[in-house]
Nanobody, 125 residues
């Protein structure tokens, strides 16, 4: 089970931190964040490997978002800074247990087997 928290409403330029706690699913290969805005396709935002911490960031969030993990707590975080209205979306935590693809490919293609329920992020003035 993947449980997201930390979504909400913020003004442009503000910050939010999303958390994803994995319970009963501790031996994942990689975990990350995806988002879907109304009328748009789902996008891989950022992913991280459990073992070596290798990461992927979508071009649209590079330099603004930071993903991190706490393997003891089985929790992954997404620190989102300098938020823009175009970051508005439902953010989903997702994980994959098998190392079929690189973390980068997994994230770009959205090839993950386990999904959370999602949390809304709204950036608006």
């Amino acid at each position: 089970q993947l449980a997201e928290s930390g979504g909400g409403s913020v003004q442009p330029g503000g910050s939010l931190r999303l958390s994803c706690a994995a319970s009963g699913f501790t031996d994942y290969y990689a975990i990350g964040w995806f988002r879907q805005a109304p009328g748009k396709e789902r996008e891989g935002v950022s992913c991280i490997s459990r073992s070596d911490g290798s990461t992927y960031y979508a071009d649209s969030v590079k330099g603004r978002f930071t993903i991190s993990r706490d393997n003891v707590k089985n929790t992954v975080y997404l620190q989102m800074n300098s938020l823009k209205p175009e970051d508005t979306a439902v953010y989903y935590c997702a994980a994959e247990s098998l190392p079929v693809l690189s973390v980068q490919a997994m994230c770009r293609l959205g090839v993950v087997g386990y999904w959370g329920q999602g949390t809304q992020v709204t950036v608006s003035s």
